[in-house]
């Protein structure tokens, strides 16, 4: 299981101009393999730098990418390696479909690594499966399927290629909420199978509260704070403070606190609150 | 709210429309769609990816045309083959529309151009479009912006920008699709407010297309489209309260609606229904108070392992 590293990073664009902005200014953290991180953070707050970062779309201004251990850009000319190892799944990459069919379309990737028709085949096969797509659409143009199912083939475009990181901008941007469960429970599968590093930009609490396991959430161009999604969500107040929200059930939960009932301070999603509640007061029946 | 007494002021009757795939095939998306929307509504429309939500707002201001079925909007109707060019441009005008991708629909490089261009195109007085940009400005908050450029707006900025454009054009009814899908839970807020207040002090109808449930609570009406057509159609309490109907096509319902649904089922009892925290609290606080000592439940319930 891999992990990317990023040390003291700071990214600036347009660098010696009059429109010179700091994206990141000192950024250190790292992403943990085996687990499902979130990075959360509101518009501008520099995630899109970041994860472009990673898999070195661009290069910091200052400051290493450890991929491994190893610094990313140690050989500029094996950078197209690093970019195998970690995926990159842009925001609305439906947009990016262009291929005749479904099946070459998630085939396109695997291909450029060189690899042999029968590896193809079964890495093509088996991102079907972790997506959730209908065998049957294979050969179906990618232009004649639904938002959502052109949103699990992009993503299987990616996943084909059997990234140690596996990175996805918004995945469940604008889909119905079977289809965020289909892409979340698909990207959880993979994760737990593979035992890859998997992060998630979103702005969806709920998602985030549901779905990831670790978040890292920024502010202005600065890690804010890191750690496990159930710690982070406790401090409700302060990702108020930096733009950000919490899930309605957390709200509920403060309220409820606030008023002096006790109640455990991890309740962030419907089914932990329902068990608990129930608990509770059922209890107070017997 | 008394519809029955009303005229409606949008009104489809038996609308059918289907797309056709590459494969020649048919898809049809909805079918003897009927549904009347009055003036100063403020709708949500929900529904499942492909179901026809996106299609009956562009069926509205004519980017589509039914294959069959009628459609009047103020008493004209737009499916008749009278219709001229210019008729259609006057559909557009009264009915506005902002779509998802901001960066999709701003088309000039300073945010007053921007916000003037579709008035420009109308063949507005020049004083007259200065007039309404600035109106339009002040309206959803962005005066100070109004010599930047779009492109170092943040998303909800931006977002804000089109509608001052629509605005500009005063219309009576501004259609949202999906219009808060790709913003931050901050610039969603911003949006959501200015909708609030064209709805509210403008009385412009507003139709908001949206998955998020706490949008939805914010409309006096919604609408669920599913099975091609209107599934569900009542205020945000009326819609919601059908927890098992909504899942059933798909959907969700608010985190607290569902919370005291499952409590209810679970067979806890005194509990009503909720959309908000707030309303759920008042429900809960009086149980969890009225039962067991406080500090015993709270040692009970920090034995319970994090999950």
Known sequence: ?286 | MNNEQKTPYISLRDVCFSYDTESGEKNEVLKNVSLDIYKGEFIAVLGRNGSGKSTLAKLLNMILVPDSGTITIGGHDITSPDMTEDDVYEVRRHIGMVFQNPDNQLVATVVEEDIAFGCENLGVEPSEIRRRVDEALETVNMTAFARHSPHQLSGGQKQRVAIAGIIAMLPDTIIFDESTAMLDPQGRDEVMQTIARLNRDMGITVMHITHNMNEAIMADRVIVIADCGVYLDGTPREVFSSVERLQSVGLDVPQVTDLIYRLKKNGVKGLDDALDPDEAAAQLLPLLAKTIPVKDAALGARKIPVS
């Open chain 1, 1 to 286: 299981m891999s992990s990317i590293e990023l040390q003291n990073i700071n990214y600036i664009y347009s660098a010696g101009t009059p429109f010179e902005k700091a994206a990141l200014t000192d950024v250190s953290v790292t992403f943990g393999g085996g687990v499902i991180t979130g990075l959360i953070g509101h518009t501008g707050s520099g995630k899109s730098t970041l994860v472009q970062l990673m898999n070195g779309l661009m290069k910091p201004t200052s400051g290493t990418v450890l991929l491994d251990g190893k610094d990313i850009w140690a050989e500029p000319k094996k950078i197209r390696d690093v970019r195998f190892r970690v995926g990159l799944c842009f925001q609305y990459p439906e947009y990016q479909l262009f291929e005749e069919s479904v099946m070459l379309d998630i085939a396109y990737g695997p291909k450029n690594m060189g690899l042999s028709d029968a590896e193809v085949k079964r890495r093509v096969a088996d991102a079907v499966r972790f997506v959730g797509l209908d065998p049957s659409l294979m050969q179906k143009s990618p232009f004649d399927l639904s938002g959502g199912q052109k949103r699990r083939v992009a993503i299987a475009g990616i996943i084909a290629m059997e990234p140690e990181v596996l990175i996805l901008d918004e995945p469940a941007a604008g889909l119905d909420p079977v289809g965020r469960e289909e892409i979340f429970g698909g990207v959880r599968a993979f994760q737990r199978e593979r035992n890859s590093t998997v992060i998630i930009v979103s702005h969806s609490m709920e998602d985030m509260a549901r779905y990831s396991d670790e978040l890292v959430v920024m502010d202005h161009g600065r890690v804010h704070m890191t750690g496990r999604t159930s710690e982070i969500f406790r401090r409700s107040g302060e990702l108020t403070k930096v733009g950000l929200d919490v899930p309605q059930i957390t709200r509920l939960m403060n309220i409820l606190r606030n008023a002096g009932a006790e109640i455990p301070d991890d309740i962030f999603t419907v089914d932990r609150a329902a068990e608990e509640l129930t608990k509770l007061l059922a209890e107070r029946k017997g």
